[in-house]
């Protein structure tokens, strides 16, 4: 069973910096992409970060030069994320698409694979 675990929530300051981290299978890392998303209060789901199974990483427009994703020892997908501030409130999602190398779809229907959650609270 393909499983992914998010941890590294919590309560930051804004202008702080924290990493949230994402369990998987080993496998899972050089084979296909995968990907941080994130989900407000009253929101839509939105994706964050996306990382190809060669490496190939992209960003939403709102997270770029704070935010930045990466593979850690095949074992962990990690966001790293710098200069937060309150809109960055939300729950982050790591996902995978189990049925492509490359990140096509950017949106939520792209993924096939989600883990359960990590909250994220930034206080002004």
């Known amino acids: 069973q393909f499983e992914l675990l998010e941890s590294g929530g919590g309560w930051f300051e804004t202008g702080g910096r924290l990493t949230p981290s994402c369990g998987a299978p080993s496998y899972a890392f050089n084979n296909f992409c995968m990907g941080w998303f994130r989900q407000a209060s009253g929101k839509a789901r939105e994706g964050v970060a996306f990382?190809?199974?060669?490496?190939?990483k992209t960003y939403a427009e709102s997270v770029k030069g704070r935010f930045t994703i990466s593979k850690q020892n095949t074992a962990h997908l990690l966001l790293h994320m710098s200069g937060v501030n309150p809109e960055d409130t939300g729950e982050y999602y790591c996902a995978a698409d189990l049925a492509h190398r490359r990140c096509r779809d950017l949106g939520v229907g792209g993924m096939d694979h989600w883990g359960k959650g990590t909250m994220v609270n930034v206080s002004s």
């Open positions: 990382i190809n199974s060669n490496g190939i």
